[in-house]
């Protein structure tokens, strides 16, 4: 089947990197992230994009990535939550991962690869082969390091949870001194980067095109629901209207 992957734009506006944090090393250029042996396609090399604003907007409208590293000598994938800020990757976990201690080795970090796929569309074509997805991906090749600055680690931890909903680190109560020591966070610079993107529909034999099978795409869509307060919430507490901003 020919399954090769798509993106496009965001759900989130693009982060501003926190006061205090570096990032004037990570990425290639203000524009665009140079290629390497890593991020171009072995197929479809035409579908990959190198430009910062493709990325961020990929990365911004995602809610979960997944982290790949090696443990043992085996590879390990794991599915987490992630905000950006600036040109850097925040993930975060408990101090007792296993990942997140690797990552907290001064020298030479944790080597990583992170994805973050949208589905845009089912593509179903006049033949099995050719059926495929439409959608928007980026991977991310790098070295991830364990955030130890505290106004960093602050600023990451409240990217994370407005990554998921944008506004809500401000209407919730921040962390506290246990809170945050149980808490990790990892940083991975946007430097070998690359987006892929699959847009349209079937790619079709000619000699296909008269059979009489269906063709074309069914596309797929994000869709909110409607916010379903917790048990104890009291009535005298009024919806936020960023969940009703969507």
């Known amino acids: 089947m020919e399954l090769a992957m798509s993106q496009t734009p965001s759900r989130h506006r693009p982060q501003s990197p926190s006061p ?3 990032t004037s090393s990570a990425g290639d250029s203000p524009l665009n992230y140079a290629p390497t042996e890593r991020t171009v396609p072995t197929r479809s090399a035409d579908r990959a994009a190198y430009d910062q ?16 590293f090696v443990r043992d000598g085996a590879p390990i994938v794991l599915p987490t939550l992630y905000g950006r800020v600036g040109d850097r990757l925040y993930l975060h976990g408990s101090t007792g991962s296993r990942p997140l201690r ?5 020298d030479p970090g944790l080597a990583v690869c992170v994805t973050v796929t949208h589905v845009d569309g089912l593509v179903l074509a006049k033949s099995a082969f050719h059926h ?7 991977v991310v090749h790098g070295t991830a390091h364990q955030v130890t600055d505290p106004q960093e680690k602050t600023a990451a931890l409240d990217a994370l949870v407005d990554h998921v909903l944008p506004g809500r680190s401000a209407d919730s109560r921040p962390g506290n001194a246990k809170e945050l020591a149980a808490t990790a966070v990892i940083r991975l610079d946007l430097r070998e980067v690359s987006a892929k ?10 000699e296909d095109l008269t059979l009489p099978h ?21 009535p005298a507490i009024p919806e936020p209207a960023y969940l009703t901003a969507r």
């Not at 690797?102 to 001064?106: D, E, K």
């Open 53 to 68: 604003e493709t990325v961020h907007a990929i990365l911004d409208e995602g809610y979960v990535c997944h982290l790949g």
């Open 102 to 106: 690797a990552a907290g080795q001064p």
């Open 20 to 22: 205090g944090t570096d």
């Open 132 to 138: 495929s997805i439409n959608y928007r991906s980026v």
């Open 214 to 234: 269906w063709a074309g795409v069914l596309p797929v869509t994000p869709v909110y629901g409607t916010p379903i307060p917790a048990d104890s919430q009291g």
């Open 197 to 206: 993107i699959r847009t349209g529909g079937p790619n079709d034999e000619p």
